[in-house]
């Protein structure tokens, strides 16, 4: 069942739009309602249920790439889709960092620093809606891949040897991660100041997924 408020308009669905209950969305939702169980897994001390948080996690950052291209290939983009699926995928990496950080597993400042780039990041780029839209970038992408593997890796019951390797892909993730966000907003401020000069700003394609 959808309403035009619910829809995109999308070639080969009846009134052009395609339903907001499909099976990308379904997808996102599902992902959203694994991020309460991810945090009860982790609280438990026994490292069979370290390695359930790690499943779940790696499920869950599996269909945030599945649901993106279904809905691509499907036609199945909808305007609930374009809001749930930054919700979920911002929920699901949030719920670990500060899950990490409040099992002492990971620095708070880490946590605080990429947590606050997502939000000013997100609120900057509605700020600026009205002047045109900020495309995902390819930094933004790899920003997005080095957070899930970092965090993945912080996650698996590894020795105490081995910890080294999920604190350098933690460190790689907090660099592109700062300098993705001041890209933004260097983009941000070309975007207004574009606007102001009267240049119409480049708008991406309405199927892309976004990742910033």
């Known amino acids: ?10 070639p080969g669905y009846p009134g052009g739009s395609a339903p907001t209950l499909n099976i990308a969305n379904v997808l996102t939702m599902t992902r959203l309602a694994m991020v309460p169980l991810f945090v009860v897994c982790m609280f438990f001390e026994d490292p069979l249920w370290r390695f359930a948080a790690f499943t779940v996690f790696v499920l869950a950052s ?13 036609n199945l983009v909808t305007n609930f889709g374009k809001l749930a699926d930054p919700i979920a995928d911002k929920a699901l990496t949030g719920a670990a960092l500060v899950v990490l950080s409040m099992l002492s597993e990971l620095w708070w400042w880490v946590t605080l ?3 606050g780039r997502e939000l000013a990041i997100t609120a900057l780029r509605y700020a600026v809606l009205r002047h045109g839209v900020i495309p995902a970038s390819r930094g933004g992408k790899i920003k997005t891949v080095l957070q899930v593997v970092a965090i993945a890796a912080f996650l698996f019951p590894l020795p105490a040897a081995l910890m080294i ?3 350098v892909l933690m460190a790689a993730a907090l660099l592109v991660t700062v300098i993705t966000g001041l890209d933004y907003v260097v983009q941000a ?24």
């Open 1 to 10: 069942m959808s309403t035009s408020g619910d829809s995109v308009a999308t």
């Open 62 to 74: 599996v269909t945030d790439r599945i649901d993106g291209e279904l809905a691509r290939r499907r």
């Open 113 to 115: 620093v990429i947590l």
């Open 165 to 167: 390797v999920p604190q």
């Open 189 to 212: 401020y070309r975007l207004r100041r574009d606007a102001s000069g009267g240049v119409t700003a480049l708008r991406p394609h309405p199927n892309a997924q976004d990742s910033s």
